[in-house]
Nanobody
Framework: QVQFVESGGGLVQPGGSLRLSCVAS????????MRWYRRAPGKERELVAG????????DYADSVKGRFTISRDNSKNTVYLQMNSLKPEDTAVYYC??????????WGQGTQVTVSS
């Protein structure tokens, strides 16, 4: 069964860092581009970053460019999101998904990131 399990969230002060992880299973990970999304309270889901199946291309939302880095380890079926210089507006639940499953019901529970002093 297709599954996405996110972890690594938490409470961090402004300017701090967190590294999110997402372990995927149930499909051929190495063939699929991956994305991180986030949903802040009262807002629509927002695309944060994407990475091709080989990791050769990475794209970012303007709001996180220069602060966040997406990466993947195909040997571990895992995608990461390194988040630096965090701001209160980064507070959200973060989700990972393979692009092939964006319109499915396989979204995971996400991991909560709270940036606050």
């Amino acid at each position: 069964q297709v599954q996405f399990v996110e972890s690594g969230g938490g409470l961090v002060q402004p300017g701090g860092s967190l590294r999110l992880s997402c372990v995927a299973s149930g499909f051929i990970f190495t063939c699929n581009p991956m994305r991180w999304y986030r949903r802040a309270p009262g807002k629509e889901r927002e695309l944060v970053a994407g990475i091709t199946n080989t990791g050769g291309r990475r794209d970012y939302a303007d709001s996180v460019k220069g602060r966040f880095t997406i990466s993947r380890d195909n040997s571990k079926n895992t995608v990461y999101l390194q988040m630096n210089s965090l701001k209160p507006e980064d507070t959200a639940v973060y989700y990972c998904i393979a692009t092939a499953y964006e319109r499915s019901n396989y979204w995971g529970q996400g991991t909560q990131v709270t940036v606050s002093s």
